[in-house]
């Protein structure tokens, strides 16, 4: 399985990134997709994620109304467009695949992308 986040970098505080992530190795339109983040000195949290079909999507209360996750099955691509980026947003930002939606982490991780907002 792999997972190739990219679309990090740096940006001003207000700014806005889209995150994308490639899959292969798994059963793309069967798995739920998410978006982690870690920034330093802190846990992994979950950011956003969205079920298999893309009915359900779930958000980390501090991204609501800011960040939204979206996935297309025929490419096997999840994205996250963060828009009115805050410094707290600096993280490592990982895409994750096969969890349950709100409840748990899948098995398998990306590399991390990393975003910095700055003030």
């Known amino acids: 399985v792999q997972l190739q986040a990219s679309g990090g970098g740096l940006v001003q505080s207000g700014g806005s990134l889209r995150l994308s992530c490639a899959a292969s190795?798994?059963?793309?339109?069967?798995?739920?997709m998410g978006w982690y983040r870690q920034a330093p000195g802190k846990q992994r949290e979950l950011v956003a994620d969205i079920t298999s079909g893309g009915r359900i999507k779930n958000y980390a209360d501090s991204v609501k109304g800011r960040f939204l996750i979206s996935r297309d099955n025929a490419k096997n691509m999840v994205y996250l467009q963060m828009n009115s980026l805050k410094p707290e947003d600096t993280a490592v930002y990982y895409c994750?695949?096969?969890?349950?939606?709100?409840?748990?982490?899948?098995?398998?991780w990306g590399q991390g992308t990393l975003v910095t907002v700055s003030s």
């Open positions: 190795g798994i059963i793309f339109s069967g798995s739920t």
């Open positions: 994750n695949a096969g969890g349950t939606s709100g409840f748990r982490a899948g098995r398998y």
